[in-house]
């Protein structure tokens, strides 16, 4: 999945149904560099928010934590409807398997 490229894929009505949202175990300092790399990638423009999750809260809430005691969760993608209902879900243990962004848009516009 290319995130710098998902946002700009999404057209008017695919960004009033849906909203990006990236989460990760990484320090301030690393967040903001990839900021950086997005910002980039996406002619300077503003992606989606970034959350950091350096104590694995919501990763452990959602079970996504490699049991390889790296402390690195297992990439996963959600479309979650309006009313906080997973529709779609695809984890991955290998984390160099991402779903494409033809995917997520194809499961974003299924939502009403």
Do not use: C
Not at 16 to 30: G, M
């Amino acid at each position: 999945m290319q995130l710098g490229e998902l946002q700009s894929l999404l057209n008017k009505q695919d960004s009033a149904r849906s909203q990006i949202l990236a989460v990760s175990i990484d320090s301030h300092e690393d967040s903001k560099k990839l900021r950086q790399k997005l910002q980039a990638a996406n002619n300077g423009l503003e992606t989606f928010p970034l959350l950091q999750d350096t104590n694995h809260k919501v990763i452990d809430r959602y079970g996504l934590l490699n049991p390889d005691g790296k402390g690195w969760p297992h990439p996963t993608t959600y479309v979650i409807d309006k009313e906080g209902v997973v529709r779609w879900k695809l984890t991955e243990t290998n984390y160099t398997v991402r779903p494409t962004n033809k995917q997520i848009l194809q499961e974003v516009r299924k939502l009403k």
